[in-house]
């Protein structure tokens, strides 16, 4: 193996810009990146990223790699010397968070994008204080400019006086239309630093993502921050303790390329075989079993699931099937935690935790579409903390599992900080929805003569359940909202359990606030009236809590379905009408004695139309 | 037993509830439909002489007399057996003494009323134009011409229908003391004005709880009145009930002829082209006019045997079924039958039949057999 020329590796860091994009949905985030890729000379690799996504299914299965989130650039700046960049992807959702936090620890720098005409939003702001928490150089890119309703003065302002940044250098420019692109270039060249650390100091490398490959199992995606790191080099996982063998570095171009090592500030990817995504989590520091470093690097923190649901398979005969498929998920989703669970109504299944509601939808989708499973899911819960009058504190993530009332002391549940931004003419319906959603006041600040910044403390469960549809349908759309956890709290909660027939049915059991339990509970039993279909016999449907009953509805029986023509010629059609009819019992579940639908058990997110 | 089907897609206006192919016919379109159906038929040779014919639409009554004589030279290229059934579908408001003896011409001995109820509000409803009177004009038409076997097709659960509009009906079915009664309830389909004025909110079907009791005062009624109920729709005097339509139910071959017919010859289940430029193209370049055909496998003829043999209130002789198929069906079907029985749904003795629960629940019986 060549010796390595320390002196040159620091040389060569003076010319490395890390840096990442971050803007709300929609204000251009991937327009801007792609004419950042267009203008590095990358058009060939954009075209290739073009090609490849195309044909990404058949190219995973082939083991061709294509990672976007980390891509290496050369860019010649107008001082004549030529840059390496490293642009590094974030996801845009609040469930993701903290992946993003890794991704902007990093980078040294990140481009804001923000939309001319829209101004400042949640996910904006959320963005730039995590980036301003990891102590980056934000540049500025008012991006579409060019459109009429751009308010460049406006904006700025917002910027000036909602986060504080200076305005001045800000690029205004148009992604779509390559406005504005050498001038953000040469100021990541010239605003964004370099990066520091020492190339032969012992091996400190962020993890900031991983994927799997089924032959070559997990390959994270690292940040060296201190060191230097060679195929060969025996390597420990700092969290985990678990020692690898390093058998290839590299970078993505976005091709993986591979490289003799990675060296303090840059940016790539590691091979290991390393079997199980378990092992590998984004946050950890990566550091040489021979060499070790003293300290991991600051800021890891294992991810806990925000919400939790039941997963059951609609025939029970494929519940070991579900059980693959999760395990199949989860060796590239490390966030993507289960166990088994059983339910009177819906059989063998599992108790599944999710990041967020994006991450549960993701996980669900993917588990139909790609393992073609046919599943029942119940509604999505928070984890509720229990104090028991013995002094024990249970957690709870199914309302079923709701211990007797008589031995609870204290029922607590996850509160978030909400940041919510909206024109000021929302302030208002703003306001009240959020006093109806049990939130509590923080403040309120004027980004701008008319757009406020409102926080409110409130509880994970009115998110989970409409606050997001709320706020928009409340201000026309306008609102936009962040969020993150921010603690436990005691509330007066109370189990509301359904009856179909008589029976309480599990899978539907709800936790509710006190309050809002007679109303939930009509609501439920109407929206399950109008889901589940007529019977041979009349159904009551009713809500309870602790065996009295709040609210009740019947579904009534079905007393006559037949086809009343049946000529000949009719066979096919007819056929074609009892075919829907019995695929739509497919997806319906024998629950005692009733034949419930899937959608059923989602019923108890229903909301007032 | 050969049977033969032909369709005539053409009305003066479309009823609000119907899905079958048709359209609304100027007369010279008429005239070349006329022209490719013979081409159609003499494609076929038929060489059997026929035992029923049923001429169906549409509305096969609004073809004028010159239209008529067109439609007998088509008829007349089949041989005929002796003791047939020839059927006709008719408006009443379109039968004069002209057209009645024209049928008689061609050999008509059985007329189907399109009566559907004698209130007239629903009538407009159903965008029907006929009166109740016209229907006992058309009756009496048709007896003062010898056409004595009579169907009137009547309907339950329309929107708006009462049960005492339902038992009016009945009085007038007495009245009039027609042999053969199709008593059919609304169903709903698609792309139909019915579907799209309840989607608009504009009416409501009936609950499914009125439309079944009405269902059950009809069956009792009509037996009241000397009819045998023998198919779930269907109810008859003695000696009336339906040739035609028991080659349906009984899963035999028939030939079908004309724009959206379907027809079941050597095990092929086919259907006709359904647009009248794709149907009179085809003819036009001296190809058959069908658009799909399947083949039907033993598994899917005992299926069909099951699902329409269901129909008829007597069920299915298992002999006749284990013979005709080569099957020891109870075995076959074990699974099924066993789920049905539990349900109450159907009884197994020397036949398989509905029981009277299973009457009002067919379909949950007939999914078991697709």
Same mark, same amino acid.
């Given at each position: 193996?060549?010796?390595?020329?320390?002196?040159?590796?620091?040389?060569?860091?003076?010319?490395?810009?890390?840096?990442?994009?971050?803007?709300?949905?929609?204000?251009?985030?991937?327009?801007?990146?792609?004419?950042?890729?267009?203008?590095?000379?990358?058009?060939?690799?954009?075209?290739?990223?073009?090609?490849?996504?195309?044909?990404?299914?058949?190219?995973?299965?082939?083991?061709?790699?294509?990672?976007?989130?980390?891509?290496?650039?050369?860019?010649?700046?107008? #001082?004549?010397?030529?840059?390496?960049?490293?642009?590094?992807?974030?996801?845009?959702?609040?469930?993701?968070?903290?992946?993003? *936090?890794?991704?902007?620890?990093?980078?040294?720098?990140?481009?804001?994008?923000?939309?001319?005409?829209?101004?400042?939003?949640?996910?904006?702001?959320?963005?730039?204080?995590?980036?301003?928490?990891?102590?980056?150089?934000?540049?500025?890119?008012?991006?579409?400019?060019?459109?009429?309703?751009?308010?460049?003065?406006?904006?700025?302002?917002?910027?000036?006086?909602?986060?504080?940044?200076?305005?001045?250098?800000?690029?205004?420019?148009?992604?779509?239309?390559?406005?504005?692109?050498?001038?953000?270039?040469?100021?990541?060249?010239?605003?964004?630093?370099?990066?520091?650390?020492?190339?032969?100091?012992?091996?400190?490398?962020?993890?900031?993502?991983?994927?799997?490959?089924?032959?070559?199992?997990?390959?994270?995606?690292?940040?060296?921050?201190?060191?230097?790191?060679?195929?060969?080099?025996?390597?420990?996982?700092?969290?985990?303790?678990?020692?690898?063998?390093?058998?290839?570095?590299?970078?993505?171009?976005?091709?993986?390329?591979?490289?003799?090592?990675?060296?303090?500030?840059?940016?790539?990817?590691?091979?290991?075989?390393?079997?199980?995504?378990?092992?590998?989590?984004?946050?950890?520091?990566?550091?040489?079993?021979?060499?070790?470093?003293?300290?991991?690097?600051?800021?890891?923190?294992?991810?806990?699931?925000?919400?939790?649901?039941?997963?059951?398979?609609?025939?029970?005969?494929?519940?070991?099937?579900?059980?693959?498929?999760?395990?199949?998920?989860?060796?590239?989703?490390? *966030?993507?935690?289960?166990?088994?669970?059983?339910?009177?109504?819906?059989?063998?299944?599992?108790?599944?935790?999710?990041?967020?509601?994006?991450?549960?939808?993701?996980?669900?989708?993917?588990?139909?579409?790609?393992?073609?499973?046919?599943?029942?899911?119940?509604?999505?819960?928070?984890?509720?903390?229990?104090?028991?009058?013995?002094?024990?504190?249970?957690?709870?993530?199914?309302?079923?599992?709701?211990?007797?009332?008589?031995?609870?002391?204290?029922?607590?549940?996850?509160?978030?900080?909400?940041?919510?931004?909206?024109?000021?003419?929302?302030?208002?319906?703003?306001?009240?929805?959020?006093?109806?959603?049990?939130?509590?006041?923080?403040?309120?600040?004027?980004?701008?003569?008319?757009?406020?910044?409102?926080?409110?403390?409130?509880?994970?469960?009115?998110?989970?359940?409409?606050?997001?549809?709320?706020?928009?349908?409340?201000?026309?759309?306008?609102?936009?909202?962040?969020?993150?956890?921010?603690?436990?709290?005691?509330?007066?909660?109370?189990?509301?359990?359904?009856?179909?027939?008589?029976?309480?049915? #599990?899978?539907?059991?709800?936790?509710?606030?006190?309050?809002?339990?007679?109303?939930?509970?009509?609501?439920?039993?109407?929206?399950?009236?109008?889901?589940?279909?007529?019977?041979?016999?009349?159904?009551?449907?009713?809500?309870?809590?602790?065996?009295?009953?709040?609210?009740?509805?019947?579904?009534?029986?079905?007393?006559?379905?037949?086809?009343?023509?049946?000529?000949?010629?009719?066979?096919?059609?007819?056929?074609?009408?009892?075919?829907?009819?019995?695929?739509?019992?497919?997806?319906?579940?024998?629950?005692?004695?009733?034949?419930?639908?899937?959608?059923?058990?989602?019923?108890?997110?229903?909301?007032?139309? | 037993?050969?049977?033969?089907?032909?369709?005539?897609?053409?009305?003066?206006?479309?009823?609000?509830?119907?899905?079958?192919?048709?359209?609304?016919?100027?007369?010279?379109?008429?005239?070349?439909?006329?022209?490719?159906?013979?081409?159609?038929?003499?494609?076929?040779?038929?060489?059997?002489?026929?035992?029923?014919?049923?001429?169906?639409?549409?509305?096969?009554?609004?073809?004028?007399?010159?239209?008529?004589?067109?439609?007998?030279?088509?008829?007349?290229?089949?041989?005929?057996?002796?003791?047939?059934?020839?059927?006709?579908?008719?408006?009443?408001?379109?039968?004069?003494?002209?057209?009645?003896?024209?049928?008689?011409?061609?050999?008509?001995?059985?007329?189907?009323?399109?009566?559907?109820?004698?209130?007239?509000?629903?009538?407009?409803?159903?965008?029907?134009?006929?009166?109740?009177?016209?229907?006992?004009?058309?009756?009496?038409?048709?007896?003062?011409?010898?056409?004595?076997?009579?169907?009137?097709?009547?309907?339950?659960?329309?929107?708006?229908?009462?049960?005492?509009?339902?038992?009016?009906?009945?009085?007038?079915?007495?009245?009039?003391?027609?042999?053969?009664?199709?008593?059919?309830?609304?169903?709903?389909?698609?792309?139909?004005?019915?579907?799209?004025?309840?989607?608009?909110?504009?009416?409501?079907?009936?609950?499914?709880?009125?439309?079944?009791?009405?269902?059950?005062?009809?069956?009792?009624?009509?037996?009241?009145?000397?009819?045998?109920?023998?198919?779930?729709?269907?109810?008859?005097?003695?000696?009336?009930?339906?040739?035609?339509?028991?080659?349906?139910?009984?899963?035999?071959?028939?030939?079908?002829?004309?724009?959206?017919?379907?027809?079941?010859?050597?095990?092929?289940?086919?259907?006709?082209?359904? &647009?009248?430029?794709?149907?009179?193209?085809?003819?036009?370049?001296?190809?058959?006019?069908?658009?799909? &055909?399947?083949?039907?496998?033993?598994?899917?003829?005992?299926?069909?045997?099951?699902?329409?043999?269901?129909?008829?209130?007597?069920?299915?002789?298992?002999?006749?079924?284990?013979?005709?198929?080569?099957?020891?069906?109870?075995?076959?079907?074990?699974?099924?039958?066993?789920?049905?029985?539990?349900?109450?749904?159907?009884?197994?003795?020397? &036949?398989?039949?509905?029981?009277?629960?299973?009457?009002?629940?067919?379909?949950?019986?007939?999914?078991?057999?697709?």
């Amino acid at each position: 193996m060549s010796q390595i020329n320390y002196q040159e590796l620091k040389k060569r860091q003076q010319r490395i810009r890390n840096f990442s994009i971050i803007a709300h949905i929609d204000h251009g985030k991937s327009t801007l990146a792609d004419r950042i890729l267009e203008e590095t000379h990358s058009i060939e690799s954009r075209e290739m990223i073009n090609q490849l996504l195309d044909s990404m299914d058949l190219e995973r299965e082939r083991g061709i790699t294509i990672k976007l989130n980390a891509i290496e650039l050369k860019y010649k700046a107008i #001082d004549g010397e030529e840059y390496i960049f490293h642009l590094i992807d974030t996801p845009g959702h609040v469930d993701f968070t903290y992946e993003v *936090s890794r991704s902007l620890a990093a980078c040294e720098g990140a481009i804001l994008v923000i939309d001319a005409s829209q101004g400042i939003e949640a996910q904006t702001l959320a963005n730039v204080y995590l980036a301003l928490d990891n102590d980056l150089e934000i540049l500025l890119f008012l991006n579409k400019i060019d459109l009429p309703s751009a308010d460049i003065e406006r904006v700025k302002h917002e910027i000036e006086d909602g986060i504080g940044l200076d305005a001045s250098e800000a690029v205004e420019g148009s992604a779509k239309l390559g406005k504005g692109i050498d001038r953000i270039l040469e100021q990541i060249v010239k605003l964004i630093p370099a990066p520091g650390g020492e190339p032969d100091a012992p091996l400190q490398a962020l993890i900031f993502d991983s994927f799997f490959e089924s032959y070559r199992g997990v390959i994270p995606t690292i940040r060296v921050v201190n060191g230097t790191i060679r195929k060969g080099d025996m390597i420990r996982l700092m969290s985990t303790g678990a020692e690898y063998e390093v058998n290839e570095v590299g970078v993505y171009t976005p091709k993986q390329v591979q490289r003799e090592y990675l060296s303090a500030g840059d940016v790539g990817y590691i091979a290991a075989s390393i079997k199980s995504i378990k092992k590998v989590h984004v946050g950890d520091t990566i550091t040489n079993a021979d060499r070790p470093a003293s300290k991991p690097l600051p800021g890891y923190r294992r991810l806990n699931s925000m919400v939790y649901c039941g997963l059951y398979p609609v025939d029970a005969a494929k519940y070991n099937d579900l059980r693959d498929a999760l395990e199949k998920l989860q060796l590239s989703d490390s *966030s993507l935690v289960f166990e088994p669970e059983t339910s009177q109504a819906l059989g063998f299944g599992f108790r599944t935790g999710f990041l967020g509601l994006l991450h549960m939808d993701i996980v669900q989708e993917r588990l139909e579409r790609e393992f073609d499973l046919d599943l029942i899911a119940t509604a999505p819960s928070v984890i509720y903390k229990i104090d028991l009058t013995d002094g024990t504190e249970i957690t709870l993530e199914n309302p079923t599992n709701m211990p007797d009332i008589q031995t609870v002391k204290e029922i607590r549940e996850p509160y978030v900080r909400a940041t919510i931004i909206s024109p000021s003419e929302y302030v208002g319906p703003i306001m009240e929805l959020c006093q109806r959603k049990r939130g509590a006041f923080i403040d309120m600040k004027y980004i701008e003569e008319n757009r406020v910044n409102i926080h409110y403390d409130i509880p994970l469960s009115e998110i989970v359940y409409d606050f997001f549809d709320k706020l928009k349908s409340n201000t026309r759309g306008y609102a936009s909202l962040d969020y993150e956890l921010n603690g436990y709290k005691a509330s007066n909660l109370v189990k509301m359990d359904i009856l179909l027939n008589q029976e309480p049915i #599990d899978a539907l059991s709800v936790i509710v606030h006190r309050d809002f339990a007679y109303e939930r509970g009509r609501l439920i039993c109407r929206k399950l009236k109008e889901i589940i279909p007529r019977q041979q016999f009349e159904v009551p449907v009713q809500a309870a809590i602790n065996g009295k009953v709040i609210a009740r509805t019947n579904i009534k029986a079905l007393r006559k379905n037949v086809l009343a023509k049946c000529y000949g010629g009719d066979v096919s059609r007819k056929k074609k009408l009892l075919e829907k009819q019995k695929e739509g019992k497919k997806r319906m579940k024998a629950v005692g004695s009733v034949e419930v639908p899937q959608e059923a058990f989602m019923a108890v997110l229903t909301v007032e139309e | 037993m050969t049977s033969v089907y032909i369709h005539i897609p053409f009305c003066e206006r479309i009823c609000f509830y119907c899905d079958f192919p048709k359209r609304v016919g100027k007369s010279d379109e008429i005239d070349l439909y006329l022209n490719a159906l013979e081409k159609e038929v003499m494609m076929y040779e038929v060489k059997e002489k026929i035992d029923t014919l049923y001429i169906g639409g549409g509305t096969p009554s609004l073809l004028n007399i010159n239209q008529l004589i067109r439609l007998k030279k088509i008829i007349d290229l089949f041989k005929i057996n002796e003791n047939y059934e020839f059927t006709i579908e008719c408006n009443p408001e379109h039968l004069t003494d002209e057209k009645v003896k024209m049928f008689k011409n061609m050999g008509i001995n059985r007329v189907s009323l399109g009566v559907q109820t004698f209130h007239q509000s629903l009538l407009s409803l159903l965008n029907r134009q006929h009166t109740k009177e016209m229907v006992y004009q058309a009756v009496h038409l048709l007896r003062k011409y010898g056409i004595e076997n009579i169907n009137m097709d009547l309907m339950f659960s329309i929107p708006n229908q009462k049960l005492d509009d339902v038992w009016n009906d009945i009085s007038h079915i007495k009245q009039l003391d027609v042999p053969h009664i199709s008593y059919y309830s609304l169903i709903l389909e698609d792309k139909t004005v019915l579907k799209k004025m309840i989607k608009d909110n504009k009416i409501k079907l009936l609950d499914n709880e009125i439309e079944a009791s009405m269902y059950h005062y009809i069956l009792d009624e009509l037996k009241a009145l000397g009819y045998k109920h023998y198919e779930i729709s269907n109810f008859s005097k003695e000696g009336f009930q339906s040739q035609h339509n028991q080659v349906y139910w009984q899963n035999k071959e028939y030939y079908g002829f004309g724009m959206g017919a379907s027809g079941y010859i050597d095990n092929i289940r086919y259907y006709n082209e359904d &647009r009248v430029n794709h149907y009179l193209e085809k003819l036009n370049k001296d190809m058959k006019p069908i658009k799909t &055909r399947d083949l039907i496998k033993k598994d899917d003829k005992l299926k069909e045997a099951l699902l329409l043999g269901l129909r008829l209130i007597n069920g299915i002789l298992i002999d006749d079924i284990n013979n005709k198929y080569g099957v020891d069906i109870e075995a076959y079907f074990k699974k099924e039958f066993k789920y049905l029985i539990d349900k109450g749904f159907i009884k197994v003795s020397d &036949r398989i039949k509905l029981t009277d629960t299973g009457l009002f629940y067919g379909n949950e019986v007939f999914e078991w057999f697709i």
